[in-house]
């Protein structure tokens, strides 16, 4: 992901749950080895998974989106 890319295009920044404007901002995971993966259930030791996102120099994942602060709602691209 590109510093300084917060914004999404293309998608409405409406809340699902309450339809308030939602809020552009990234979410900065920390990830020392194999960035992140998305997981359909949660196990134990969090084997297997899709790789979603690559982490940077830091160590970091970035994920650029909204999110809601009243229904705590994340909406994000990987
Ligand atoms: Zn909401």
Same mark, same amino acid.
């Given at each position: 992901?590109?510093? %300084?890319?917060?914004?999404? =295009? %293309?998608?409405? +920044?409406?809340? +699902?749950? $309450? %339809?308030? /404007?939602? =809020? +552009? @901002?990234?979410?900065? /995971? =920390?990830? !020392?080895?194999? @960035? /992140?993966?998305?997981?359909? #259930?949660?196990?134990? !030791? #969090?084997?297997?998974?899709? &790789?979603?996102?690559?982490?940077?120099? @830091? @160590?970091?994942?970035?994920?650029? %989106?909204?999110? $809601?602060? &009243?229904?705590?709602?994340?909406?994000?691209?990987?």
């Amino acid at each position: 992901m590109r510093d %300084g890319d917060s914004q999404m =295009e %293309g998608l409405p +920044p409406k809340c +699902p749950n $309450c %339809g308030s /404007a939602m =809020e +552009p @901002g990234s979410v900065a /995971a =920390e990830s !020392l080895v194999g @960035g /992140a993966k998305w997981h359909k #259930a949660r196990s134990t !030791l #969090a084997l297997g998974g899709e &790789k979603i996102g690559d982490y940077t120099t @830091g @160590g970091m994942v970035w994920f650029d %989106g909204y999110r $809601c602060v &009243k229904c705590r709602i994340l909406l994000m691209r990987y």
